[in-house]
């Protein structure tokens, strides 16, 4: 546990065997020195039925120890899932339960919930688990297996009414107990190459409440809203941006390898695509330190090897689809789709080659590394990760606009291919954006940005097109001339939409340029979030 009442813990995942002969490796031998033992911990969670505490990222716990209760509270906060408030108390037998933390909004929410607090999750975990020294600090290390039930429509689960089958349960935590936070990190590069695990980004409740819900064990998270003080400066909006992306990505990683998810390389691409756009944004914060920028380098290696999977599962799911309806080269079009449902396949063991390899489950890790420790620190510019990231952020979105019209001014209006630098500009400004939204009123900012994803999506037209062309002829390659005059379809017809939407960009790009940007209008300098009042 480290000071100032945060936990701070990187978690893994791993198949019950992998996790079951972890704990006689080599490699946990060497680490550990051949200490650990095994404990039964028997735990309960505790909620309203309608899930009050979850709404607001708390969670209730309560573990029993002979005659000792131990409960914990935890919070999720800015610094994600690897850093998270946590108050524990230890109860006697006749004390009351919920105990206050002495956290003034927690124990609130506590009081004002407790007569409706009941049971909602039960976990049954055998933990093998080891406290050693490491470098300059003392760490911990656990391994989890057990089963988890969960309570449905508010039934307790002792009633054995409405509750859900046990769900297997395991992961590997390593947390900070005292020292430096690096030496965490350091420790956790050393169980990813020694070990088969990949990093796990869900609280063990998360876990059983997805678990107990049939097909959402690898549903992908949803992108944490990014929400700013009004006094909020440079270094913590960084940080907590590369936090909630490297999380997420995390969180998408399952619904690629586990489920095969077509929606999971598209996301995964976004969140690349939005690191990329964060590096550049904090660029001239960074200074000489060249952190961030070697990080993006290989964002853009693994976007383009998941590129070759999203283009083909929008050929085969998108663009044929609509081609055929016309019902030209039947024949032709059969083998077309056989050949690009070959090439898909090829392309999606590179993707999933690609997330399941080490190296990116290390480039994950530097990524929250340089979120919570910050390595940069020490070459940036220090005057600039100190000023108030509003005005940052008048500045960032500014130079993001004169970037786009700079590349709107240089693209040839005849060339359906010369359009795509102008795309990958308007996405560039619109991840800028999104990341500052919170500084400014939903009513100022709400056309502009309404405006951007109307381009972004006549632009999403004219890409599959020129896309679409150069896939059908590959697809067709040695397939007959059949599936050739059905390549020659799918580009004339996708270039008859292209067409089309090019005009819809040149409207919407004059309507784009007239606007008056969110951050220099008038709204602009009063709106924004407010700092929460204090408890």
């Known amino acids: 546990m480290t000071a100032d009442d945060k936990e701070l813990e990187i978690k893994f995942a791993g198949g019950g065997a992998a996790l079951a002969a972890l704990t006689d490796s080599a490699f946990m031998a060497a680490l550990t020195r051949g200490e650990g033992a095994w404990e039964r911990l028997e735990t309960r969670y ?42 524990e108390s230890v109860l006697e037998p006749d004390a009351p339960f919920p105990a206050l933390t002495g956290a003034c909004e927690v124990d609130v929410l506590l009081t004002t919930l407790s007569e409706r607090l009941r049971p909602t999750v039960e976990m049954d975990v055998d933990r093998w688990a080891c406290t050693f020294p490491f470098r300059r600090s003392m760490l911990e290390i656990a391994v989890d297996m057990g089963v988890s039930k969960i309570a449905r429509d508010g039934a307790e689960i002792e009633d054995g009414e409405g509750g859900a089958p046990p769900s297997f349960l395991g992961e590997v935590e390593l947390e900070l107990v005292s020292g430096d936070a690096k030496d965490l990190f350091e420790a956790a590069r050393l169980v990813l190459v020694n070990t088969r695990l990949r990093l796990h980004a869900r609280s063990k409740l998360d876990a059983a409440r997805a678990a107990a819900i049939p097909g959402r064990g690898a549903v992908m998270p949803r992108r944490a ?75 853009k290696i693994i976007a383009r090897i998941l590129g070759g999977a999203r283009d083909w599962d929008v050929f085969v799911g998108e663009t044929l689809p609509i081609a055929a309806r016309h019902g030209y080269a039947p024949e032709g079009f059969a083998a077309l789709r056989a050949r690009a449902y070959g090439l898909r396949a090829d392309a999606w063991r590179r993707a999933a080659g690609a997330l399941n390899d080490p190296e990116f489950s290390q480039f994950l890790l530097d990524l929250l590394d340089a979120a919570h420790t910050a390595p940069w620190r020490g070459g940036a510019d220090a005057h600039a990760l100190a000023q108030p990231a509003r005005a940052f952020s008048r500045k960032a979105l500014q130079r993001a606009l004169r970037k786009t019209r700079k590349t709107a001014r240089d693209m040839d209006p005849d060339s359906l291919a010369a359009r795509h630098p102008l795309r990958v500009a308007l996405k560039k400004q619109r991840y800028a954006v999104q990341l500052f939204r919170s500084f400014y009123p939903k009513e100022t900012r709400k056309p502009y940005m309404a405006a951007m994803s109307a381009l972004q999506d006549a632009f999403g037209v004219v890409n599959d097109a020129v896309v679409a062309q150069g896939l059908a002829e590959e697809a067709a390659a040695d397939a007959g001339a059949e599936a050739m005059r059905a390549a020659g379809f799918v580009s004339g017809c996708h270039s008859a939409r292209a067409e089309a939407a090019v005009m819809e960009i040149d409207e919407a790009w004059r309507r784009f340029e007239a606007m008056t940007p969110f951050w220099r209008s008038a709204g602009a300098i009063d709106g924004g979030t407010q700092g929460e009042d204090e408890c």
Do not use: N, Y
């Open 46 to 87: 505790f909620d309203t039925p309608s899930g009050e505490l979850a709404a607001r990222g708390v969670s209730l716990r309560l573990r029993a120890f002979g005659t000792k209760r131990i409960q914990t509270v935890k919070r999720k906060g800015a610094d994600g899932v690897i850093a998270r408030d946590e108050w």
């Open 225 to 299: 809203a990014l929400k700013f003080g009004e006094d909020e400066r440079v270094e913590a909006v960084l940080r907590q941006a590369l936090t909630a992306i490297g999380e997420r990505m995390i969180g998408i990683q399952p619904a690629i390898l586990d489920a095969r998810d077509p929606a999971g390389v598209h996301q995964m691409r976004v969140e690349l695509r939005r690191f990329r756009a964060v590096e550049r944004v904090f660029r001239r914060a960074m200074g000489e330190d060249r952190t961030l920028a070697r990080l993006a380098g290989r964002a």
